[in-house]
């Protein structure tokens, strides 16, 4: 379904990680991937499963540091001299100010959520244009505290609202290029990242009491559905948010 296509992961943290998720059924599918890592601390975790994958492309990735977006595909221009997806799931917010009041929250920790949770995106879109040259798919992960107050989720919320903003502003933008942009919005999911979100096993428990389909989803749930995004069957889409959240984001 996937074969000749090549895409970048960015986000595997560890097996649990979403961006794992969507990269072990890219890779069972066909695709060939570049697969990053954030720093040395998470290399040796990230690396065996880069392995699993057969990723082409091994590359460090901090989205902090000045010129490392720009090395890394600059090094798939190199190696591949072209790209057909990117899916992008990263993303933080410092803890003083995730636990806290939206209201409270200091402007350091504001513009680094910024930073990395939505900026990374675009600037990840700008990088891969030049490489997109038969179009493809941009792919990014929100949750629907984006659209809707959440419990605990303060700051993120406006953060991945902005990012389904950018979503929505970057595939008219691109369109013309036949590149098409998309926000995933799973349900919570036991992740490294979710973990640092407050009282998240209750936010959870009331996910699978509420939820229609009174569950949560699987990482592999949402990699199918990432999978659909990036082949030509969803051709005819582009700017939108897909909710994979068992008809959560539904309920009031």
């Known amino acids: 379904m996937l074969k000749g296509k090549r895409g970048l992961v960015v986000g595997i943290a560890n097996r649990h990680s979403i961006a794992h998720g969507c990269a072990a059924t890219l890779r069972n599918l066909g695709a060939e991937l ?54 992008h799931s990263i993303a933080y917010a410092p803890r003083d100010d995730l636990h806290g009041r939206v209201v409270d929250c200091s402007w350091p920790g504001f513009a680094q959520a910024m930073q990395v949770s939505c900026w990374s995106f675009l600037r990840m879109a700008k990088l891969a244009e030049p ?25 993120m919320g406006p953060v991945k609202a902005a990012l389904e903003a950018a979503t929505r502003y970057a595939a008219n933008e691109l369109a013309p290029r036949n590149i098409r942009v998309y926000a995933v919005s799973p349900g919570p999911l036991r992740t490294r990242a979710a973990s640092g979100i407050a009282q998240f096993d209750e936010l959870v428990d009331s996910a699978i009491a509420r939820a229609p389909a009174q569950r949560l989803v699987d990482i592999a749930e949402v990699g199918r559905v990432v999978a659909f995004l990036v082949s030509g069957a969803a051709s005819g889409m582009t700017g939108d948010t897909i909710y994979v959240d068992g008809g959560l984001h539904h309920m009031g």
């Open 34 to 87: 570049a697969v990053t890592y954030l720093n040395e601390k998470a290399e040796p975790y990230v690396r065996p499963l880069a392995e699993t994958l057969e990723a082409s492309l091994f590359l460090p990735l901090d989205v902090e540091r000045e010129g490392a977006m720009e090395e890394v595909f600059a090094t798939i221009a190199d190696k591949w001299g072209k790209l057909d997806f990117l899916v």
């Open 131 to 155: 490489l997109m040259t038969e179009g493809g798919s941009l792919i990014t992960m929100s949750y629907h505290g984006a659209d809707k107050v959440v419990d605990n989720y303060n700051l």
